[in-house]
């Protein structure tokens, strides 16, 4: 397992976080979804690193608890300052004004999405799993037959403020339980605990629902992008996977993975490694 270190950004925040490869390689940075950690990254991080990227995987805003501001204020995780840390991480880490390769899951994903639109000269490639363009989830999410809109009800319990005791209580039975039904293994079940287990990670970690984040329409997206998303993946639907190639103007491709869920980085982690060095490789920055 990597070395964990710190990163402190402008605004103050530190955020736990594996910094591995040499620090003259191209900067690739990871951005892990809910409700896991950086540990999302245990395989991809040293593959990258061992092909020469200067790889960074923070635990993010409200997971680190040195980037823990009050959650009762929402504000504090709104979509912009999300976006902000991932450049602000990059620009602690010697790489400000650089281009840099991003990849995300789930949130992490749709942070990366808004990072490559709003931030499009920074980017030399984008790369992203499960988690479809936010225009094409919004699109989906509006569909007559109502098939997104089901898959994304859990999102409603997110709001009520039991839910992180709930999650939590009882050495996390709730959330390993659902991890576990999600088909991650039970060491993976026990890292995204070690970092989301307590209550008040869990209550951080839902304030990002509570914003207005995931229902954000973005442009067309111009950087090189590789979506991947698993067919078996209870979250999103294929009309929302497969509608995302009408929102990215510049290179694209879309791969399917049969038969994996939304956890792709836990169940198929040897497919995503071949995926992204092939992907990063492809467009150096």
């Known amino acids: 397992m990597p070395e964990l270190r710190k990163i402190t950004t402008k605004d103050g925040l530190t955020f736990d976080a594996w910094i591995e490869g040499p620090e003259s390689g191209e900067i690739v940075l990871m951005l892990h979804g809910f409700p896991q950690s950086r540990h999302t ?30 959650p009762t204020t929402v504000a504090n995780y709104a979509y912009d300052r999300l976006i902000g840390d991932a450049i602000d991480i990059v620009a602690a880490c010697g790489g400000a004004g650089k281009r840099f390769h991003l990849v995300g899951h789930d949130w992490g994903g749709q942070v990366s999405w808004g990072v490559a639109a709003r931030h499009a000269d920074r980017l030399a490639s984008l790369t992203v799993l499960s988690r479809p363009h936010p225009s094409a989830f919004l ?10 809109k089901h898959r994304s009800r859990h999102h409603r319990a997110f709001f009520d403020p039991d839910t992180a005791r709930m999650l939590t209580e009882d050495g996390a039975r709730r ?9 991650v293994p039970p060491d993976a ?27 954000t329409d973005l ?10 998303w698993g067919d078996e993946d209870q979250s999103v639907t294929r009309m929302a996977a497969e509608g995302t190639a009408a929102f990215v ?21 040897a497919r995503v490694n071949a995926l992204l060095l092939e992907h990063i490789g492809a467009h150096r920055a």
């Open 139 to 148: 699109r989906a999410l509006q569909a007559a037959d109502g098939e997104q």
């Open 219 to 228: 442009g067309r997206i111009a950087a090189p992008t590789l979506y991947v």
């Open 249 to 269: 103007s510049g290179p694209y491709r879309f791969v399917s993975l049969p038969g994996v869920g939304h956890f792709s980085t836990d169940e198929m982690p």
């Open 175 to 183: 959330l390993r339980r659902n991890l576990s039904e999600a088909k």
């Open 41 to 70: 990254w245990r395989e991809q991080v040293p593959a990258l690193a061992a092909a020469g990227y200067r790889v960074i995987a923070p635990d993010q805003r409200g997971y680190s608890p040195g980037a823990r501001p009050d």
């Open 189 to 215: 079940v026990e890292l995204y605990v070690s970092v989301l287990g307590t209550q008040e990670a869990m209550e951080a970690a839902l304030t990002w629902y509570r914003t207005e984040g995931l229902r």
